[in-house]
């Protein structure tokens, strides 16, 4: 077999995911071969990606005729989808998450993104969820919001596996990992074991850049003392932010506070990039995964995105290249007036608006199905 790129990332210590789920992904046997060719370590899905998944294709039209004529509603009926599809992906990643014990070969399964706001609905979805899938390798995605917080944290506490996800500022980076680590103490002293809790912090990439690239266009365009330095930093900042941020990581679970924890089975809660598919035609396909492999990451990304890396990537340990850098770059933003924690906050704002609506796309999607 030719050299694959995406296979060399899991000797530099990354994880690549797929952010992407369908049923005949799972039944023609292209998740196994993806597993076993390209080194394929998990998988993640939102509702956006199951609404692409029932209304691109043919394959839940038989499940879903059925489930409506035993007078199930919409909602039952996406659930009982969506569990199916991630307990069938979880069962073709059991065999490497026994192998890695407990590492890799997740799937991650999204609590209701209307739920973003509400810290007990959020807690009671996810327990209902974690439930229901009865797998251990899976994830319950939970927002980064500060509502969800507090559900984190519990959630830790209680031996349910959590991605957190829509993560975007690195002060609220700090509160995840805050949030994470008082679940493990949580759990260490009720004398519960550790070792068996994962989590991940999805750190959402390209979206800032998407924002903060048109405000120092217009600096550019606007030219005087500040398109220098504009220019030095257009397309640069995501990658900075995400650069820094694993720096914080390192510093966190290299910390005695950790070691702790760790000498009781508990693991550290990598960064995951999220939001790794380029936005902006005018970068490369591969710009986000190939400045961020590191170890101890996982990067997940999209069908298309991980067709470029295996076709063109060009893989090596870059993510502590150029921090002092990437610490100066975030310094600057402030001299060009702009704030990164307005722009990662609106992110999140919008993040909630987004995930809520391709929801509710879903819901009539389904609503037309049936």
């Not at 319950?140 to 944290?153: D, N, R, S, Y």
């Not at 998407?210 to 217009?218: A, G, H, I, T, W």
């Not at 591969?286 to 997940?300: N, P, Q």
């Amino acid at each position: 077999m030719k050299y694959n790129p995406l296979k060399k990332l899991g000797t530099l210590g990354q994880s690549i995911w797929l952010d992407y789920i369908r049923r005949d992904l799972i039944v023609s046997g292209e998740l196994r071969r993806l597993i076993k060719e390209d080194g394929l370590r998990g998988m993640t899905s939102n509702p956006s990606i199951f609404d692409k998944a029932i209304a691109g294709s043919h394959d839940y039209d038989e499940d879903i005729r059925a489930m409506a004529l035993a007078g199930k509603s919409v909602k039952a009926i996406y659930e009982t989808i969506s569990q199916q599809d991630v307990q069938d992906a979880a069962d073709e990643f059991r065999p490497l998450y026994d192998k890695t014990k407990g590492i890799d070969g997740y799937v991650s399964l999204e609590v209701n993104p209307h739920l973003a706001h509400d810290t007990r609905g959020t807690m009671e979805e996810a327990r209902r969820l974690w439930a229901a899938l009865n797998r251990p390798n899976v994830f319950i995605k939970v927002p980064a919001t500060p509502e969800g917080l507090p559900v984190i944290q519990q959630l830790i506490s209680e031996g349910i596996n959590v991605n957190v996800t829509l993560l975007f500022g690195i002060p609220r980076y700090r509160q995840v990992v805050e949030a994470y680590l008082a679940g493990i103490e949580a759990r260490a002293n009720q004398v519960k074991p550790a070792k068996i809790v994962a989590s991940v912090a999805s750190f959402f990439v390209s979206r800032i850049d998407v924002l903060v690239d048109p405000l120092l266009e217009k600096l550019i365009t606007q030219g005087g003392k500040d398109a220098d330095l504009a220019k030095m930093l257009h397309g640069q900042v995501a990658i900075a932010s995400a650069k820094v941020a694993y720096q914080i990581y390192k510093e966190i679970f290299d910390s005695d506070r950790f070691r702790k924890l760790a000498d009781k089975g508990a693991q550290t809660q990598r960064l995951l990039w999220a939001s790794t598919g380029t936005k902006n035609p005018e970068y490369s396909d591969v710009k986000y995964i190939e400045s961020l492999i590191g170890r101890d990451t996982v990067d997940t990304a999209p069908v298309e995105t991980l067709d470029a890396y295996r076709d063109h990537g060009e893989p090596k340990d870059r993510i502590e290249q150029d921090v002092v850098k990437a610490r100066w770059m975030l310094d600057q933003l402030p001299e060009l007036g702009i704030s990164i924690d307005k722009i990662t906050q609106q992110l999140e704002d919008e993040g909630v608006e987004k995930f809520s609506k391709s929801f509710d796309n879903l819901m009539d999607t389904l609503g037309k199905s049936v």
